[in-house]
């Protein structure tokens, strides 16, 4: 065998060693969603950016308690808004779907079915436990502030407790002309 068949079934076998040993370390590493909302990071690390995804339309309690069967198509158009599918084989029903993903909030989904007979409404299905408007915005609110908010004013008393501010005297003129603290850099001719 030449030296540099040699050298070659080195390096391969070199090649080798090195990749089972990165797929061995990959066995030991932590098992994580990477995609889960609760915030995981990855390698405990970093977390990653996820893109917020708001998809359908966002019918409250409030909307739908003025929802009754027997309105038109166009009262109920009026009363919670156009429908986010609706179906050439299935004129009669109109699909009401809202997904929300968003980072620091439990994600949601609804689905709201109306079923007509002709022009007029016959048919609700839809969810009982429909947040009211504040508790949607309560929900995928990811401001959220940590403990007490601060006090952004003082009291009277806290003023007249603070020390006299102290009075800096004038400055001095600047002089005009150059001026130099320095000795020159070139010796006079």
Not at 105 to 127: S, V, Y
């Amino acid at each position: 065998m030449s030296l540099n068949s040699q050298i070659a079934l080195i390096a391969r076998c070199t090649a080798a060693a090195a990749g089972l040993a990165a797929l061995g370390a990959c066995s030991q590493m932590p098992k994580m969603d990477v995609f889960s909302v609760s915030g995981d990071k990855v390698l405990g690390l970093v977390q990653p950016y996820r893109v917020e995804i708001v998809q359908g339309n966002v019918v409250t309690k409030e909307q739908m308690q003025q929802v009754k069967t027997g309105m038109t198509r166009t009262q109920v158009r009026e009363a919670i808004g156009s429908p986010l599918l609706t179906d050439l084989f299935h004129e009669s029903r109109w699909d009401y779907v809202f997904t929300i993903r968003r980072q620091g909030a439990a994600p949601q989904n609804r689905r709201i079915q109306l079923t007509f007979d002709g022009e007029q409404l016959a048919k609700i299905e839809a969810p009982e436990d429909l947040p009211s408007e504040k508790e949607f915005i309560a929900a995928i609110d990811t401001t959220k502030i940590k403990g007490a908010a601060p006090k952004l004013e003082m009291t009277e008393e806290e003023r007249k407790a603070l020390p006299p501010p102290v009075r800096q005297a004038a400055a001095t003129p600047e002089p005009i002309g150059p001026v130099r603290d320095y000795p020159p850099l070139e010796a006079r001719r």
